[in-house]
């Protein structure tokens, strides 16, 4: 069969990427050729758009042992111990089917971690929606954490934090990015299909005609009405059959059964089967009668790019395939032998005796072409940056300080966090509600604090200081839970790329996230570009959402943002500058203005910051610790005192002398933090700091059960009704679908 | 008037139902052999209010489509008494 | 030593943790697959937490049926101890082998949060190590923890001593509170709240632990 | 023979039914007055085997005694086609 002429644009392919096609085959492409090439190089797998830039980031360290271009990166976080860690977005899924989309989106990620021959551990989802007065809004926020609790419970694996926020341009495109972490248990797998002659097993649930074309369908390109009508591809995710595919996963690994091990995600089996054997230089052999089906007379091309959920190949030595076979029996996982690894460098596919597909695997794999789209500073930003930046002074301190507490991207995150099991495994030492979640590796001393961060309003006003300071806050949050920041994961959220202004965002974000890992020696292990997120032509702000790993030698060092005990001193660390009001809560929020320029960011005092408070908390001189971002000063010690039921008595008048008042409690000057120590620590604290150069001012002491500002005083019982409350009132007001 | 109204909310035919399939799986180890194609759905039993039967189905028909039923993956069935 | 066979279903995933709290009180704990039609020879079995085959249709309805349970239901008549936690007690309560049904929450959420339960009963073999009134940190972590039972039975139930922890501040909508309960003949407990999840200080509460070596004491001293 | 059977799951009178209550009072909310009694079950469908209608009938209502209803909260109902 031979495609027809215009087949190619219907799947999303160019005139140019069909001649290159063409060229690749010396001969006209087969449909179901021609379909396995339109996934594989759609944007969303091929990175076609971003690869260009990608490989601009800092990729090696020390402790990577597997950088960017695998399942999940890898890390070493202790002598012979090694974590995967890898974030995925699933924004465009999530809109046309909150509770399902998200859902799926947590299997996808759970499954790249297992990939790598690692148990996961733990999840982080980071989201965005519109503004909550929007019933749909209301809807999707509801759905989609309901699918994440939904699907992460019922697997097994914890949900242990993230970040939530709110801006009227996710309004229709929200973004669910979720993060997971997975241990090495017995040894690292790869995606390889090593070995002539090996066979290839697929294994977990049958193959079905959902999500046909998923990727290329739903991530890359634009949404408008007509998305509605994408909707046949929707999947539904089965927790269930996830956890016995990561059972059987794992002790396919452990029992040395299998050789190389991939994930089916999107692209469906193309991408595994192709990216297998060009990694290895080896082709793969497959006869696609043999793929267990859920639905009856599949075509060919839909077997090859279905995108049928909890799906894994791995590539198997003769002499274990019964074992294999035996192991995935046990567990009540459907496997299939359906081909073999072989000699030639492609991959070929026959359904009853006739080659549907014969394709170079590289071609399939790596030679999707890699554009340089053009670039362009919007006019506009000029502007944005130029105009007043908000940070007039606000009627009166005390008020301001009860609606940023009220703000929903501030308030208490109690209302998502408790849907997610996030204490499975035992290891939750830092639970959701802190800074960064610290979790201790099963069984042993070690523990990493992971945290995700993408100040969208930041990166709307430049994207490359936004991203700098993504980079920094998410390094921050680890530090403030007694880590030092190792590496990141990331994903990029953004608009358009044949948008010129949107790349150059794109081109600026990886120019900042380049510049502030470098400065803060945490190297980037993978990530993810999600495109297109827009609706009727309105870009999203560009939002790179950054998960940062530290490690913790021991996970008795860590701190939490809670006040202690009555008495202790609270110290201000860092210095406050009166005009870090761009892109600020308090801005948006006292003065409904998002403009002027983000917070200037020292990315050597950032780094001064993290090593006191790592060294500080190793030493134990911390009693709590919590890093200043979203809301500043003011913010930052009503949630020191809320976690601990403990309220205080303060003076940050001086912190700021410079400002008015307001600066002090409201700026979001980064390299901050407040902590709080018994007074015997307060001398080597301050020595500390000293060598470290960082700024530290004594500002007052924890106790009683009122937060007492000096110029004012609330009472601890007033602030947590407004906090717990705001968004527990909002959802249960009616939600439209 | 008051009417009755029942309504049968299923996933539609190509959606995946896990749930229907680990049903299927599990029967014939009680000894259940020969079942096939189990799906599950919601049933929705509701009173109402209106002027005649036509009206009672317009309404609750509009209330699977915005509330009851979730028309991306869900097909619906009423049935008025 | 005391032995505990954990029961692994397709679908649980409390195995791990309950294994690491016991081993951890002393115990020497052991995973007996759900598929086996007989139980090692253990004092204790746990049936743990999780979604036994994605507690599909219903939590517990399918479990239920697994060759294992017929061990199980042999080993409580022999008097055997067996605990259910989470997921456990909803098998338990759809095996028939202890009373009422486990429904949604009233708040329609999943909740996972700590929980304070009260002592109703310090007299059963989960609770000897506490006195009546103390209150024990837990945390929970379910969507279907209310339970419910006909009136009558329920009367019976309470007269009998059968209610064991009690939620101090109800959060699921439980009849009567009821977190965890014991059979008629005291040997068998079901609970929502998770006693492995509470065996270390460090990770907010080891009251959990006063449950859990309750019945290893009780274990102890019936051989003695 | 084959048969299509359907099953209607629904809590039993007298048990409270959080989910029918939630969409009774968000009904309202979308415009929709006058509704009461809202109860919201489970429907399973599926094709069985069978001589005739009656023994499809016997073993659909044994699966639900057995398995597709929790008899201490749960009624139901079978349909064969
Ligand atoms: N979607 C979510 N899932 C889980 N935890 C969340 C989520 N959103 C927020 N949280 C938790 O709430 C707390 C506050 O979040 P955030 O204000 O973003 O912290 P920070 O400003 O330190 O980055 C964190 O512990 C975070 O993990
Ligand atoms: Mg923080």
């Given at each position: 069969m031979t495609a027809d002429l215009l087949v190619h644009r219907e799947l999303g392919l160019t005139d140019d990427e069909l001649d290159q096609i063409r060229a690749e085959l010396g001969r006209e492409p087969t449909y179901t050729e021609l379909a396995m090439f339109s996934v594989m190089w759609s944007e969303h797998c091929s990175y076609k758009s971003s690869r260009l830039h990608l490989t601009k980031l800092p990729s090696k360290g020390d402790a990577i042992l597997v950088g960017p271009g695998e399942g999940a990166g890898i890390i070493e976080v202790a002598p012979g111990v090694a974590v995967a860690w890898k974030a995925e977005s699933h924004n465009h899924p999530s809109f046309v089917e909150p509770f399902n989309g998200a859902a799926t989106g947590v299997g996808g990620i759970i499954r790249d971690i297992v990939s790598m021959g690692a148990r996961p551990i733990a999840l982080m989802d980071s989201l965005r929606f519109?503004?909550?007065?929007?019933?749909?809004?209301?809807?999707?926020?509801d759905g989609v954490v309901h699918g994440i609790s939904s699907y992460g419970n019922s697997v097994g694996v914890p949900t242990v934090g993230g970040e939530t926020a709110f801006e009227d341009c996710y309004a229709d495109n929200p973004l669910v990015n979720v993060a997971c972490l997975g241990v090495v248990e017995h040894k690292l797998m790869q995606g390889r299909a090593t070995g002539t002659g090996n066979k290839v097993l697929l294994f977990g649930s049958s193959t079905g005609r959902d999500g046909i074309g998923g990727a290329s369908v739903l991530a890359s390109a634009g949404f408008d009405d007509s998305s509605m009508e994408k909707r046949p591809s929707v999947q539904v995710g089965d927790p269930f059959s996830e956890k016995l595919l990561i059972e059987a996963s794992l002790e396919l690994v452990a029992r040395d059964l299998i050789v190389g091990l991939q994930d089916l995600g999107a692209g469906g089996i193309s991408c595994p089967a192709s990216e297998m054997a060009a990694k290895a230089g080896t082709g793969i052999y497959l006869t696609a009668d043999d793929v267990h089906l859920r639905e009856q007379e599949m075509q060919p091309f839909e077997i090859m790019i279905s995108e049928s959920q909890e799906r894994m190949l791995a590539i198997v030595e003769p002499r274990c395939v019964d074992e294999a076979l035996a192991v995935c029996a046990h567990w009540?996982?459907?496997?299939?032998?359906?081909?073999?690894?072989?000699?030639?460098?492609?991959?070929?596919?026959?359904?009853?005796?006739?080659?549907?597909?014969?394709?170079?695997?590289?071609?399939?794999?790596?030679?999707?072409?890699?554009?340089?789209?053009?670039?362009?500073?919007?006019?506009?930003?000029?502007?944005?940056?130029?105009?007043?930046?908000?940070?007039?002074?606000?009627?009166?301190?005390?008020?301001?300080?009860?609606?940023?507490?009220?703000?929903?991207?501030?308030?208490?995150?109690?209302?998502?966090?408790?849907?997610?099991?996030?204490?499975?495994?035992?290891?939750?030492?830092?639970?959701?509600?802190?800074?960064?979640?610290?979790?201790?590796?099963?069984?042993?001393?070690?523990?990493?604090?992971?945290?995700?961060?993408?100040?969208g309003r930041y990166c709307y006003l430049d994207p490359c200081d936004g991203a700098r300071l993504a980079v920094a806050e998410s390094a921050r949050n680890v530090a403030a839970a007694g880590a030092r920041p190792v590496a990141i994961t990331n994903c990029l959220n953004l608009g358009n790329p044949e948008d010129p202004e949107v790349m150059w965002q794109f081109g600026e974000v990886i120019r900042g996230i380049s510049d502030a890992c470098n400065a803060l020696g945490t190297p980037v292990t993978g990530g993810n570009v999600s495109f297109y997120n827009e609706t009727k032509g309105r870009p999203i702000y560009p939002t790179p959402v950054i998960g940062m790993l530290g490690v913790l030698d021991s996970y008795r060092t860590a701190v939490g943002v809670g006040f202690v005990e009555e008495g202790h001193q609270i110290l201000l660390l860092g210095s406050t500058d009166p005009g870090d009001f761009g892109g600020s809560e308090y801005a948006k929020m006292i003065h409904?203005?998002?403009?002027?320029?983000?917070?200037?960011?020292?990315?050597?005092?950032?780094?001064?910051?993290?090593?006191?408070?790592?060294?500080?908390?190793?030493?134990?001189?911390?009693?709590?610790?919590?890093?200043?971002?979203?809301?500043?000063?003011?913010?930052?010690?009503?949630?020191?005192a809320m976690a601990a039921h403990l309220g205080f008595s303060v003076d940050i008048s001086d912190v700021c002398p410079q400002g008015e008042p307001h600066s002090a409690w409201f700026s979001e000057t980064p390299s901050r933090a407040v902590v709080s120590c018994a007074e015997e620590h307060v001398e080597t604290l301050a020595g500390l700091a000293a060598t470290h150069r960082v700024p530290l001012s004594l500002i007052g002491v924890t106790g009683g059960s009122d937060l007492d500002f000096g110029p004012f005083a609330i009472e601890l019982t007033t602030v947590e009704e407004i906090t717990e409350r705001a968004l527990p009132n909002t959802l249960s007001a009616s939600m439209d679908r | 008037m008051a009417f009755s109204a029942q309504v049968n909310v299923m996933l539609k035919p190509g959606i995946a139902d896990p749930q229907g399939q680990t049903i299927e799986r599990s029967l014939p180890v009680l000894g259940y052999t020969g079942v096939r194609d189990v799906r599950v759905g919601k049933r929705i039993e509701l009173q109402l209010e209106a002027a005649d039967e036509g009206e009672a189905r317009d309404r609750v028909t509009e209330m699977c489509d915005k509330l009851l039923a979730n028309p991306v993956i869900e097909s619906y069935e009423v049935t008025i008494q | 030593m005391t032995s505990a066979g954990i029961v692994v279903f397709p679908g649980s995933n409390c195995e791990q943790d309950c294994m690491r709290s016991l081993a951890a009180l002393g115990a020497s704990p052991q995973y007996v697959?759900?598929?086996?039609?007989?139980?090692?020879?253990?004092?204790?079995?746990?049936?743990?937490?999780?979604?036994?085959?994605?507690?599909?249709?219903?939590?517990?309805?399918?479990?239920?049926?697994?060759?294992?349970?017929?061990?199980?239901?042999?080993?409580?008549?022999?008097?055997?101890?067996?605990?259910?936690?989470?997921?456990?007690?909803?098998?338990?309560?759809?095996?028939?082998?202890?009373?009422?049904?486990?429904?949604?929450?009233?708040?329609?959420k999943f909740l996972c949060k700590w929980t304070e339960v009260r002592v109703e009963n310090a007299t059963t073999r989960f609770t000897s190590r506490a006195r009546v009134g103390d209150v024990l940190k837990i945390p929970i972590n379910h969507f279907e923890g209310n339970w419910y039972s006909d009136p009558e039975s329920w009367r019976r139930i309470r007269d009998n001593g059968q209610v064991v922890l009690t939620y101090v501040d109800n959060p699921n909508g439980s009849l009567g509170a009821v977190a965890g309960l014991c059979n008629e003949t005291g040997n068998v407990m079901g609970l929502m709240p998770h006693p492995e999840r509470a065996c270390e200080a460090t990770l907010g509460s080891d009251d959990g632990g006063v449950i859990l070596r309750s019945m290893l004491d009780h274990v102890r001293d019936s051989v003695a």
């Open positions: 519109g503004e909550l007065d929007d019933p749909r809004t209301r809807y999707l926020m009540g996982v459907p496997a299939r032998v359906i081909g073999e690894v072989t000699s030639s460098d492609r991959l070929e596919v026959d359904v009853g005796g006739d080659t549907v597909a014969d394709v170079p695997a590289r071609a399939l794999a790596d030679a999707a072409p890699v554009l340089d789209r053009a670039r362009q500073r919007p006019e506009w930003i000029d502007d944005l940056q130029a105009s007043p930046n908000g940070g007039d002074p606000p009627e009166d301190l005390a008020g301001a300080l009860s609606t940023l507490l009220a703000s929903p991207s501030i308030c208490s995150k109690r209302w998502v966090w408790e849907q997610y099991d996030h204490m499975i495994f035992l290891g939750t030492i830092g639970p959701p509600g802190g800074d960064a979640a610290v979790i201790r590796l099963p069984d042993r001393e070690v523990a990493v604090a992971i945290s995700t961060d993408g100040p409904r203005i998002v403009a002027g320029t983000p917070p200037k960011l020292d990315l050597q005092a950032e780094r001064s910051l993290h090593l006191l408070l790592h060294s500080a908390a190793t030493q134990g001189l911390m009693a709590s610790c919590h890093d200043l971002s979203h809301g500043g000063a003011a913010v930052a010690l009503v949630e020191c | - | 697959w759900h598929a086996e039609s007989a139980l090692p020879d253990v004092d204790i079995v746990v049936l743990p937490g999780g979604f036994a085959h994605g507690d599909y249709l219903r939590t517990g309805a399918i479990a239920r049926f697994s060759p294992v349970m017929d061990a199980v239901r042999k080993h409580a008549e022999a008097g055997g101890l067996v605990i259910g936690i989470c997921n456990g007690f909803q098998i338990l309560c759809e095996a028939g082998l202890l009373p009422g049904a486990l429904r949604k929450n009233a708040g329609l």
